[in-house]
């Protein structure tokens, strides 16, 4: 028994001095201001710009999105997918942009390049996934959550989706360094130290607008934000009700009700309940990314 | 459980319960103000007059801005964000907020964040937002609850690319195209805000005309004026299916074939009262066949101690006269002369241009009377409208067969909503249509129509009752 109990134990992971050390590296790197932060691929960059011209040629959208693999791949996977509902499949990129239209597409193109970009690294691959998971989820439920308080559902979309990237991009920071150890506890615990910071110096990077930054700087404290509080406050009560989703609880509703940001958005035990009837849904959603 | 009885216990915190509130602690009365929002004000504040009026105003600056194109240069930027031209809201909302939360205060209304539910005629149970829930006692009770945009299971209505009066002001930029489905008051508004900022508007509706209420020429005037500036108005088509097309647009199919498309669309065919958490059947009550609360002309319902006042009784649903209900409500139930109820209450339908209305319309006062002297002065015949440019404004008048009493008067133009107060007291206080030529007004102002349409109808008169003095004035 005392063997096969010593057998499944993990191997003990570096000590803390390791993970302080570690967390002094990159609390070093971002003060030098030199903290290397990827690029939104330029084919991404083009399709936003081109998106929100009227007379934009469908034929060099395609050409764009064709010049990047990853891309590519990551649209017409989403465009086929639960989510956009296609009513037949779709094979090629123009079909693509023809069925969804630019700004669907300027959604996944969005969604797509940030997955490449930011949520993937070979190294940690599955942490990457899950933090990936969290802010598609967390995108999901914002926009029913800003459905049911008519507030602007793309907005509530993207501070969703972006609201954790600084976890991925902490992550990518140790991942460039030469003793980056394997994804644990304790190494999620240092990434959870400089997240906010990451994220706020790749939202300002980006340009992101002001409500993503406030929402990736202020979704756990949102009471501290000047402006964009709601917004923030609503991306918290996303992830709530994400994680109540992906947990098997019984009543989600009594765990979810007391936490500060339900009460401050105004919503009441019956408009939770009915917020809470869509986990199947939402979750069938998140399967498509 | 709070077994401390209230002289009044108000539900709802919009114009309607704020005035009973206030009315009621002014005699000296404690009163409770049950809201549900976190913030006091109602639909009037935060989803309706308010905000609408301020994009409106906003709108308009940029249109006299542009008149002036010698000197500037401005255009509406395409997808141009709402925030920039719902600037000043904040300040708007924020200052408001601050003086309904001071007024209440200063007169010792206890205010009560919660949803109120009857649990008898005299007990309403408050459930507060995390769940918990207190039981308050009123001698009266006076439900103000108001009303929410109407959202039939046949409308995919998701807040995203089909919109209704509240989650319009949720979109961030100005779209390229918007389908307006309905033509009454808050669709008129909002079409022709959107159409003034380039937004391609149509409007749709089963009628034939927008703002069907108003006389025909009165309505054809806000429609040019509306075609005017780019919007289209598509009548006698009802929607038979719409939806989003999953990538690009909100598609409506007719029933009389034709297809419409934009990138948003605008639900706006009416609006509902908001009862269904309120436990009506505990309390006595039921809503009538409209959906909406029975009462009587002093706000008063079939429970003589439960009192219903603003929208949630119906028409005219306005944020004016719902303040006047609560006020009335109140003196009534507590045994206070409320006043003749006022039988001529003004709309106003802040549209661009603004129109408004007064007692009759010719058609109705042609039903009633039979033949009736009418006036229409256009704007562009008075000096004021042609200096700041309203040239598309009409004034009507509208008299007894004798021309001697106003019975009516509809304005269309800038200003309308101002101007039609000297049309109202006049017919309150049943002065003769010579009332507005015996008197000076300003110069120049857009008053003068009145001055000229009363003129008009004094020389409708027949020979015999001619007063030639004010003939000689013309
Ligand atoms: C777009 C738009 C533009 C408008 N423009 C104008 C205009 O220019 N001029 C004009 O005069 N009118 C205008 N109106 C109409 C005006 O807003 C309404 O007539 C007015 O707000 C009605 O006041 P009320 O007090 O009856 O209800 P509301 O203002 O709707 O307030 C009702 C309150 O009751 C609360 N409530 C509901 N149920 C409960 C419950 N169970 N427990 C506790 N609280 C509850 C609600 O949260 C709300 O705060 C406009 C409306 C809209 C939608």
Known sequence: MLEAAQATEPPAGPPQEFFDALSAAITAEIESGELELPLLPTSAMQVFHLASDADADIGKVAGMIETDQKLATGVLRVANSVAYSPRQEIVTLRQAIMRLGLKSLCEIVLGAAFKATVFSDDRYMEPMERYWRTGIGAALWAKELARLRRKNVETAYLCGMLHNVGQPMTLKIISGMDDAPAFDDALSEVIG????????????????PEVVKTCITYHDNFEAAENYRDEACAVRAAVELLNSSSEEDEDPAALLMPQACFQELNIYPDDLAGLLEQRSRLALALESF | MSDVPYDFVIIGSGPAGQKAAI???????RVALIERDRQVGGSCVYRGTIPSKTLRENALQLARASQCQQAVTVQVEQHAPMNHLMSRLQQVLDSHDHLIADQLGRNGITCIHGRATFKNPHEVAVTRVDGTSDTLTGKHVVIATGSRPRSPDDIPVDHE???DSDSVLSMCYLPESMLVLGSGVIACEYASIFALLGVNVTMVDRFASPLGFLDPDLSARFQDSFEAFGGRFVGNAKVSDIYWDGACEVVARMDNGLQLSAEKALFALGRMANVDSLGLAAAGLEVNQYGILDADEN???????????????????????SMDQGRRAVRHALGLPPGAPAHTIP?????????????????QARKEYGSVKVAKVDFAEVARGQIAGIQDGLLKMVSDPEGKYLLGCQIVGEGATELIHLAQMALVSQQPVDIFVENIFNFPTLAEAYRIGAL????QRGAANDESSLAAVV
């Open chain 2, 299 to 321: 706000c008063q319902t079939k429970v003589p101690h439960i009192y219903a006042v603003g929208d949630v009784i119906g028409a005219p649903a306005l944020a004016s006269s």
């Open chain 2, 456 to 459: 008009a109808v004094i020389a």
């Open chain 1, 193 to 208: 130290r400089h997240a906010i910071q990451v994220g706020g110096i790749l939202a300002d990077r980006w340009q992101l």
């Open chain 2, 161 to 163: 690319y089909i919109l």
């Open chain 2, 347 to 363: 709309s106003g339908i802040y549209t661009i241009p603004e129109i408004a209305s007064v007692g009759l319309t010719e058609l």
């Open chain 2, 23 to 29: 009315q009621a602690s002014k005699k000296g009365c």
